[in-house]
């Protein structure tokens, strides 16, 4: 016996295999007629409709006669079938509508049309839209992956999020998750880096932080950004551009000779460079006193391994660039051991400016200086003047012609929109490159060993 089961220009179901070849000419030259549901083309060929009105057909051939207990089963087999293409239409149509609604959605609110494209999810799904703040996630993944992985997406997060594969990349799903009274967003991100976690070496997460229901287009390119970031990151996820480590988005081999050879001088006493590597990292984040403290050393101590380092360094640490500069190459060749190959000694020494010139870096200190440049006030002025000063408040609020209380003021609005603690060495180092790259109101100056520090032009 051969089965068939075919809708117009293609084939549902068969079986053997061949049963299309054998009952292809039967369905061509057979017209099905609405008010006859059954047909005979030649002996032992029965092809019937699923439906009185559907172009759906069950052929079925063999080489005996059918009885009228056979025609009968035939009949309720159709039936039922009918029954199962009919949901399938049903649910891909439904399931169209669906897709179509929330991708309309989505532009909408991209284009700030937020009443909008909470109308348009009003019946779909009640109340998802009403927040005034959301956050974006964006996960990549290849193009086989990607229908799999948004069913998922849908799956573990569809009733708290609005889940739709990115129509202008065919390897995207973007994710729009509003936050209301209650912030689910760690559970969302969870579910999400879980899922990634288990596409494969090719897939990857990035998200933004919180921002206005109007302000959704900025926030998917901060997602967007951290997308990119987070294929230098172990786990492939970036869930925050704010989050990101400087350090990690460095081109790493070029990153760590810089470094080495900014420090030889330091390393090329073994007892003199683990006292040094053990003090200098706290010694330049901290006051000499709290430094001591959380060494566990003498204050005159800490107080004389630094200068003593600033001394073969020939460096000033009492100028914020060179104090940062050198704490970065410290974290760089902490991180792991730094042991320059023969070859790379041979190569042209990279320089920090070309090190802050990486795409990935470039992205990270966009992101951080947008709102700052955004807002009223002339915060980058602010920023620049008190590193300027070696990030002493009162001689820069009197270059600014602002009081002290302002200065403050506008540090705390910096310190707010960059996420960064300007109380701490990493905070304002961050701030420092992140101004660096987007205004290139800082230069960075040629040091004695061939590399380059920092200074405020």
């Known amino acids: 016996m051969q089965v068939l089961v075919s809708a117009p220009e293609r084939v549902l179901a068969a079986s053997p295999a061949t049963a299309a070849e054998q009952l292809a000419q039967a369905i061509i030259r057979q017209s099905i007629d609405g008010n006859l549901p059954e047909a005979l083309y030649r002996p032992h060929t029965q092809l019937i409709s699923l439906a009185p009105a559907a172009d759906t057909v069950l052929a079925v051939a063999r080489r005996t006669p059918f009885d009228e207990a056979d025609l009968r089963l ?81 799956t573990a997060i569809g009733r708290q999020s609005l889940v739709v594969p990115d129509p202008r990349d065919e390897r995207r799903i973007l994710v729009v998750h509003p936050i209301g009274d209650e912030d689910t967003s760690a559970e969302v991100s969870a579910e999400l880096t879980r899922l990634v976690g288990t596409l494969g070496a090719d897939s990857c997460l990035g998200g933004s932080g919180i921002y206005s229901m109007t302000l959704l287009a900025d926030a998917l390119q901060e997602a967007l950004t951290a997308q990119r970031i987070a294929v230098l990151q172990p786990d492939c996820v970036a869930l925050s551009v704010h989050g990101a480590d400087l350090v990690s988005l460095l081109p790493q081999t070029d990153a760590q000779r810089w470094a080495c050879r900014l420090l030889q001088p330091l390393m090329g006493d073994a007892s003199q460079w683990e006292s040094m590597r053990e003090t200098l990292p706290t010694a330049l984040a901290y006051p000499y006193t709290v430094a001591a403290r959380r060494l566990h050393l003498h204050r005159n101590t800490v107080m004389r391994r630094t200068a003593r380092a600033a001394k073969v360094l020939r460096v000033d640490f009492g ?38 010139a990486a795409p990935q870096v470039q992205a990270w200190a966009q992101t951080l200086v947008r709102p700052v440049q955004e807002d009223r006030r002339d915060l980058v002025s602010t920023a620049r003047t008190w590193l300027a000063f070696d990030t002493r408040v009162e001689p820069a609020a009197r270059a600014l012609g602002l009081s002290e209380v302002t200065v403050r003021s506008h540090l705390r609005a910096v310190e707010t929109h960059m996420q960064r603690d300007l109380a701490g060495l990493n905070g304002i180092r961050d701030l420092y490159f992140a101004l660096h790259v987007v205004t290139g109101e800082f230069d960075l100056r040629p040091h004695p060993s061939g590399q380059d520090l920092c200074v405020v032009a």
């Open 319 to 356: 100028r914020v660039g060179d104090r940062i500069g050198v704490a970065l190459a410290l974290e760089l060749v902490t991180q792991r051991d730094c042991v320059p190959s023969q070859s790379a000694r041979a190569q042209p020494l990279p320089s920090l400016k070309g090190l802050l």
């Open 74 to 154: 035939l009949r309720h087999a159709a039936k039922l079938l009918g029954l199962v293409d009919q949901a399938n239409r049903e649910y891909r149509a439904a399931s169209g509508a669906c897709h179509s609604a929330r991708s309309a959605a989505l532009e909408l609110l991209l284009d700030g049309e937020v009443d909008k494209a909470r109308r348009v999810m009003a019946k779909l799904a009640p109340g998802l839209l009403d927040a005034q703040t959301a956050r974006v996630f964006v996960v990549e993944t290849t193009q086989a992956r990607r229908d799999n992985a948004t069913r998922r997406c849908t």
